[in-house]
Nanobody, 122 residues
Framework: QVQLVESGGGLVQAGASLRLSCAASGRTFSSYAMGWFRQAPGKERVFVAGISGRGRSTDYADSVKGRFSISRDNAKNTVYLQMNSLTPEDTAVYYC???????????????WGQGTQVTVSS
């Protein structure tokens, strides 16, 4: 399994941007599909964005399409989530995850980071 550490969360006002990073251990990072999920208080963890191992395909939840962008740098073992035009509804703990294939289901990802809090004030 790969170990993941997220960073980049914080408190911002509505309309602002943030970039989350997820650093992975190991030498086989490019073999993993990566996903970003988020979990708001009292709600289940939901899919936000995903990217294939070599970055050739991406997927986004409808709620973030056009505002968020996922990318990866396999030379740095890092995946990013650029978040623009943030709204209070984006407030959640954001988790990155690694798995064998791109998927919107948390159950398909075997490695998870500890999460980073994103809070958007109105």
């Amino acid at each position: 399994q790969v170990q993941l550490v997220e960073s980049g969360g914080g408190l911002v006002q509505a309309g602002a941007s943030l970039r989350l990073s997820c650093a992975a251990s190991g030498r086989t990072f490019s073999s993993y599909a990566m996903g970003w999920f988020r979990q708001a208080p009292g709600k289940e963890r939901v899919f936000v964005a995903g990217i294939s191992g070599r970055g050739r395909s991406t997927d986004y939840a409808d709620s973030v399409k056009g505002r968020f962008s996922i990318s990866r740098d396999n030379a740095k073992n890092t995946v990013y989530l650029q978040m623009n035009s943030l709204t209070p509804e984006d407030t959640a703990v954001y988790y990155c995850a690694a798995g064998p294939r791109t998927s919107r289901s948390p159950a398909d990802f075997g490695s998870w980071g500890q999460g980073t809090q994103v809070t958007v004030s109105s």
